[in-house]
């Protein structure tokens, strides 16, 4: 499928996004262990319950990684991202086109599931996503959206600190609590929630992060490794030999489109 190289040069919020990613396409996939993690990608699928495959569209895809087990379980994947990079990735396993998830290129009604894993927090305007997710789903149709948030009350503002440290397009920051809200505020019910821990090297991390420069690499290294007591037990963070380990807590939701 051809791929739509517009809108690059008009709009720069986004092109910032795009600058961070287009840089790390290529190597993307086995840059952190959450993007291939099969427990994690499989999660996705299962939160579709037991629907048989239908037409699933992937959002703000990356190299397409959950699409990918989508289309391998029967399902005829769709994929966009703002990145022409990272739609040229996933190209070479489903459809993608390279667009913003803010205005979707599809007919009201179009899919039976829309999957978002690890964006929302880089979005504009992520209201207007859901409502665009919304319009192309089906009738009781299921937006399955995961992401990274923080394990409780204990963790979250210096896990808020390490990701306005590290990720400079970061919108807002959200807990899982404000997901769930978020969803249900556009039109969706939640149906089920899912929480699973992956574990990351974060030294790996870093270094497969070109966007950021050495100095920055050694701050947020410096701000897992010496997290204040509560996060490092809740994220079980791990030195050894020069390398940083600690879990990342996922929230995998189940969202049911109900009528507005
Ligand atoms: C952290 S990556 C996640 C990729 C993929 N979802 C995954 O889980 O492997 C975020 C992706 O969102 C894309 N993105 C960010 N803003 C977007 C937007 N407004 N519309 C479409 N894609 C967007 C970026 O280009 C990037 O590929």
């Given at each position: 499928?051809?791929?739509?190289?517009?809108?690059?040069?008009t709009?720069?919020?986004?092109n910032?996004?795009?600058?961070?990613?287009?840089?790390r396409?290529?190597?993307?996939?086995?840059?952190?262990?959450?993007?291939?993690?099969?427990?994690?990608?499989?999660?996705?699928l299962?939160?579709?319950?037991?629907r048989?495959p239908?037409?699933?569209?992937?959002l703000?895809?990356g190299?397409?990684?959950?699409?990918r087990d989508?289309?391998?379980?029967?399902?005829?994947?769709c994929?966009?991202?703002?990145?022409?990079?990272m739609a040229?990735?996933?190209?070479q396993?489903?459809?993608?086109?390279?667009?913003?998830?803010e205005?979707i290129?599809?007919?009201?009604d179009s899919f039976?599931?829309?999957?978002?894993?690890?964006?929302y927090?880089?979005?504009?305007d992520?209201?207007?996503?859901?409502a665009?997710?919304?319009?192309?789903?089906?009738?009781?149709?299921?937006?399955?959206?995961?992401q990274?948030?923080?394990?409780?009350?204990?963790d979250?503002d210096?896990?808020e600190?390490?990701?306005?440290?590290?990720q400079?397009?970061?919108?807002?920051?959200?807990?899982?609590?404000?997901?769930?809200?978020?969803?249900?505020r556009?039109?969706?019910?939640v149906?089920?929630?899912r929480?699973?821990s992956v574990?990351e090297?974060?030294?790996?991390?870093l270094?497969?992060a070109p966007?950021?420069?050495a100095k920055?690499r050694?701050?947020?290294?410096?701000?897992?490794a010496?997290a204040?007591e509560?996060?490092?037990r809740?994220h079980?963070?791990?030195?050894?030999?020069?390398a940083?380990f600690?879990?990342?807590?996922?929230?995998?939701?189940?969202?049911?489109?109900?009528?507005?």
């Amino acid at each position: 499928m051809a791929i739509n190289h517009g809108q690059r040069k008009t709009m720069n919020p986004a092109n910032s996004v795009i600058d961070q990613f287009r840089k790390r396409a290529r190597t993307y996939s086995g840059s952190a262990n959450w993007i291939s993690d099969c427990g994690l990608i499989r999660a996705h699928l299962e939160a579709c319950g037991r629907r048989p495959p239908g037409h699933a569209l992937e959002l703000c895809c990356g190299t397409g990684m959950v699409g990918r087990d989508f289309r391998a379980a029967g399902w005829s994947v769709c994929g966009i991202d703002l990145t022409r990079e990272m739609a040229e990735e996933a190209n070479q396993f489903f459809p993608c086109i390279c667009v913003t998830a803010e205005k979707i290129p599809f007919l009201d009604d179009s899919f039976d599931v829309a999957v978002l894993r690890q964006a929302y927090f880089l979005l504009e305007d992520g209201r207007k996503v859901l409502a665009e997710i919304h319009r192309v789903l089906k009738p009781g149709g299921v937006l399955v959206l995961s992401q990274t948030v923080p394990y409780s009350d204990a963790d979250a503002d210096w896990l808020e600190h390490i990701h306005r440290t590290k990720q400079a397009q970061l919108k807002r920051f959200f807990t899982e609590e404000d997901l769930a809200l978020e969803l249900e505020r556009s039109c969706f019910r939640v149906t089920a929630r899912r929480r699973l821990s992956v574990r990351e090297d974060i030294t790996r991390w870093l270094a497969a992060a070109p966007e950021l420069s050495a100095k920055k690499r050694a701050q947020v290294r410096g701000l897992v490794a010496d997290a204040p007591e509560a996060y490092r037990r809740l994220h079980r963070v791990q030195s050894q030999g020069g390398a940083v380990f600690e879990n990342w807590n996922w929230v995998v939701f189940s969202a049911r489109k109900r009528r507005p």
